[in-house]
């Protein structure tokens, strides 16, 4: 099976930073896409930035000139650099990879890491 381990969320004031990673481990042969998602309370999980395996890059319109995506193959980890957050990216960002395994594509989640903006 496949791990996903995210560090790096907290709580930062509006307009600072915060740079997110995900690394998967285990019986992986390869990762196609690897993306960030987000979820808050009473509502339904969305898409905040994905990434390719080629590098090809897509966000939220929410996110665009304000996050950025980007992976390491080498290290099957993918990071996701937040900056001039508001308080509205208040949310638990969880990390997806599609993952293959055995032949099998699937797709996997990690935990997911508390980011909070204060006003």
């Known amino acids: 099976q496949v791990q996903l381990v995210e560090s790096g969320g907290g709580l930062v004031q509006a307009g600072g930073s915060l740079r997110l990673s995900c690394a998967a481990s285990g019986s992986i042969f390869s990762i196609n896409a690897m993306g960030w998602y987000r979820q808050v309370p009473g509502k339904q999980r969305e898409l905040v930035a994905v990434?390719?395996?080629?590098?090809?890059?897509n966000y939220a319109d929410s996110v665009k000139g304000r996050f950025t995506i980007s992976r390491d193959n080498a290290k099957n980890t993918v990071y996701l650099q937040m900056d001039s957050l508001k308080p509205e990216d208040t949310a638990v960002y969880y990390c997806?990879?599609?993952?293959?395994?055995?032949?099998?594509?699937?797709?996997?989640w990690g935990q997911g890491t508390q980011v909070t903006v204060s006003s």
């Open positions: 990434i390719s395996s080629a590098g090809s890059t």
């Open positions: 997806n990879a599609e993952a293959v395994v055995l032949r099998i594509m699937n797709d996997y």
